[in-house]
């Protein structure tokens, strides 16, 4: 709780698993101080999530796409006209004391669907900009990452896929407003000749 005494603390943050087993998640550990020192493993609902998409000939890119039921990470440059597609989830911290020593921070999504070749690698960046709003938020109104990339995982099809941003996050900023907003974005959005793509259940499954 905001204000108590200061813990040591292990968090994880998760998105929403469904009755179908299929989650999207933030994990962390902290340490915090009580009447001794304990350790806690915190598992946090996302507070909102979104795919923002751009078509090289439609106008995706100024349409909201946060009420569908998954989020997308890819591209295709192909013979078809090229598109791109990200996503973003935003996690509330409030619950979280204002000082703590992280030992662990990973996120945790499960993985619907993917290609194989080449490799659906999928990178993790810190946004800065909390403000987005998952039924507005659009290609072209998107904030761009804070940092350099977090972390990079290759996903699978059917299992939960993990990426750990331990040694990248100094929580200290997003602890004291309340929010962590993370980007999801494809290794290489630019692969000339393959269509790559990761889908992920939403916030919005049930």
């Known amino acids: 709780v905001r204000g108590g005494p200061r813990l040591p603390w292990r968090v994880e943050l998760k998105p929403g698993r469904s009755a179908s087993n299929l989650s999207m998640s933030i994990l962390l550990l902290l340490s915090a101080q009580l009447a001794s020192a304990q350790v806690f493993e915190v598992e946090l609902q996302p507070e909102a999530d979104a795919k923002v998409q751009w078509h090289e000939i439609l106008d995706w890119a100024n349409t909201s796409y946060g009420s569908e039921l998954e989020l ?21 911290l409030s619950s979280l004391p204002e000082t703590f020593t992280l030992e662990r921070a990973r996120l945790r999504l499960f993985t619907e669907i993917y290609t194989t070749i080449p490799a659906t690698v999928v990178d993790l960046y810190r946004v800065a900009d909390d403000s987005w709003a ?10 761009g990452p804070a940092s350099a ?22 929580p200290a900023a997003d602890v ?31």
């Open 72 to 92: 997308q990470v890819g591209s295709e440059n192909t013979a078809l006209p090229d598109k791109r597609y990200r996503s973003y989830l935003r996690f509330d």
């Open 134 to 143: 998952e039924s507005t938020i659009t290609w072209n109104d998107q904030p």
């Open 149 to 170: 990339v977090w972390a990079t995982t290759t996903v699978a099809s059917l299992q939960e896929t993990y990426w750990d941003f331990t040694a990248n996050w100094d």
């Open 176 to 206: 004291a407003d309340d929010a962590l907003s993370l980007l999801l974005r494809l290794e290489r959005e630019d692969l000339e000749g393959f269509e790559i793509n990761a889908i992920f259940n939403s916030r919005e499954v049930s």
